[in-house]
C-alpha cells in the first residue's frame, strides 16, 4: 500500500485559497453589466401596442 508523500495539510492555506476564490468571484460579480430595466418595460408596451392594432383591426 503506498501512501501520500505529503502527511500534512495545512489547513491554513485551503483557507487563503478559499478567501482569493471568494474575493476574485465578488470582484467579477460587480463588474458585470447591469441589464437595463427599460428593455423589459420596451417589450410589454410594444405587445400591448400590437395587441390593440390587431383588435383595432377585427373590430374595423
Do not use: C, W
Request: net charge positive; no cysteine.
Amino acid at each position: 500500500m503506498q501512501r501520500m508523500s505529503d502527511q500534512h495539510i495545512d489547513p491554513a492555506g485551503n483557507t487563503q485559497q478559499f478567501r482569493a476564490f471568494a474575493q476574485r468571484s465578488e470582484n467579477e460579480s460587480a463588474a458585470a453589466p447591469k441589464r437595463s430595466a427599460a428593455l423589459p418595460i420596451i417589450a410589454v408596451v410594444l405587445a400591448i401596442a400590437i395587441v390593440g392594432v390587431v383588435a383595432y383591426l377585427l373590430l374595423v
